[in-house]
């Protein structure tokens, strides 16, 4: 499939199911949606307090306004219209100040401003070049701002990859067919959303622990933290992998 017509059908998958689309209701669960990020790098609450923050694929935004609720001003964008409109009405309910939502594409995105903290969550590996992502988000970091990036890892998905070939090979490209066909496989109870994520998806791609410390050299960002921790790469996403553990991982790095 061509790489424009790749990116349209993912597009199309989160205009038709916006995620993560948690609903939350409670003010006080969305401001501690967050909190897991914090304890990665062991930093307090406190920490997001005017800092500028530039969300890349921000899907229905419960990151963004939860950040926005711990005082952080906040910039999110995601090339599905949907889900900017779910994550401004979750914006308006919960009257955030300081976040504002765009839709635009991550890699064409552009600014002159520079940005205390990047985080792209899930969807970098949804782009169709996911170290152009990358390098797009470190352009926009300031010196010594962070960069956090949570992205599926080639080993320890593996198992979800098999699940993805024989859902390509019977359903092909129609995200409609894999997330019923999917949903009946492989017995799964989840949200529409969930599903058409895990199963409807057309792109996804995969990546290692080095390839993103590779990743972070190139871009002269120092490496802080991840989660889950490792000590020998490759070695501990295979251990991933047999325990059916961290398909998807985070890095967090520095700006040099
Ligand atoms: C799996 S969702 C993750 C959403 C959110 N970050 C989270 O962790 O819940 C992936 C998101 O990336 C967005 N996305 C994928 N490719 C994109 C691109 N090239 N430009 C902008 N957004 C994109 C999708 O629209 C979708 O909302």
């Not at 209701?25 to 920490?47: A, G, M, P, R, V």
């Not at 530039?54 to 939860?66: R, V």
């Amino acid at each position: 499939m061509k790489q424009h017509k790749k990116e349209e059908l993912v597009k199309e998958l989160y205009e038709k199911y916006p995620y993560p689309s948690r609903n939350i209701q409670d003010k006080e669960k969305l401001i501690n949606y967050s909190h897991w990020i914090l304890q990665i790098f062991k930093e307090k609450e406190t920490f997001w307090k005017n800092k500028e923050i530039l969300e890349l694929g921000c899907g229905t935004g419960e990151l963004a306004n939860s950040l926005a609720l711990n005082g952080g001003k906040i910039l999110a964008i995601d090339f599905s219209k949907n889900s900017i409109k779910k994550a401004k009405i979750l914006s308006k309910k919960m009257k955030t100040k300081n976040s504002t939502f765009l839709q635009k594409n991550i890699l064409e995105f552009n600014s002159k401003k520079r940005f205390d903290v990047i985080i792209a969550l899930g969807s970098l590996h949804h782009t169709i070049n996911a170290k152009k992502g990358f390098e797009i988000a470190s352009k926009h970091c300031k010196k010594n701002g962070l960069i956090i990036i949570g992205l599926y890892n080639k080993y320890s998905r593996f198992r979800h990859r098999i699940k993805r070939l024989i859902l390509l090979l019977t359903c092909r490209n129609d995200f409609e067919k894999r997330i019923k066909v999917g949903k009946k496989l492989f017995k799964s109870n989840e949200s529409p959303f969930w599903c058409a994520d895990k199963y409807g998806q057309v792109h996804e791609s995969y990546h290692s622990i080095n390839e993103v410390l590779q990743w972070f050299k190139e871009n002269e960002i120092e490496f802080i933290s991840s989660k889950p921790k490792f000590k020998h790469p490759i070695f501990d996403e295979l251990k991933w992998l047999i325990k059916k553990e961290n398909a998807f991982f985070v890095m967090i790095g520095r700006k040099k």
